[in-house]
Nanobody, 127 residues
Framework: QLQLVESGGGLVQPGGSLRLSCAASGFTLSITAIGWFRKAPGKEREGVSCISTSGGSTNYADSVKGRFTISRDNAKNTVYLQMNSLKPDDTAIYYC????????????????????WGQGTQVTVSS
């Protein structure tokens, strides 16, 4: 089994920054891609950013390109999402997700292939 625990959410003003963390435990060597989804009220769940564990290829939603950066620390089994220039539209619950069968691009595009989810962390961008 694999467990994912997020941290780092909160309230921030527009233009501000936050860094989300996701600590993975369990069969972490089996992960092929890990990343972040978000769900806002009234909107579909969206793949925000994902990273492949082999090669480190990354994928970003168009809405966050140039503002968000995904990274990973293999020694700590942790993935990060640095979020800069935050906008009210970024307000959502952010979920860490992982798969043991697909690469980053495939996972971000298809939530159905995600095998493991974290509990979610709320990000609110408001003045």
């Amino acid at each position: 089994q694999l467990q994912l625990v997020e941290s780092g959410g909160g309230l921030v003003q527009p233009g501000g920054s936050l860094r989300l963390s996701c600590a993975a435990s369990g069969f972490t060597l089996s992960i092929t891609a890990i990343g972040w989804f978000r769900k806002a009220p009234g909107k579909e769940r969206e793949g925000v950013s994902c990273i492949s564990t082999s090669g480190g290829s990354t994928n970003y939603a168009d809405s966050v390109k140039g503002r968000f950066t995904i990274s990973r620390d293999n020694a700590k089994n942790t993935v990060y999402l640095q979020m800069n220039s935050l906008k009210p539209d970024d307000t959502a619950i952010y979920y860490c997700a992982a798969t043991t069968s697909f690469i980053a691009q495939a996972m971000c595009a298809r939530p159905a292939v995600v095998g493991y989810w974290g509990q979610g962390t709320q990000v609110t961008v408001s003045s």
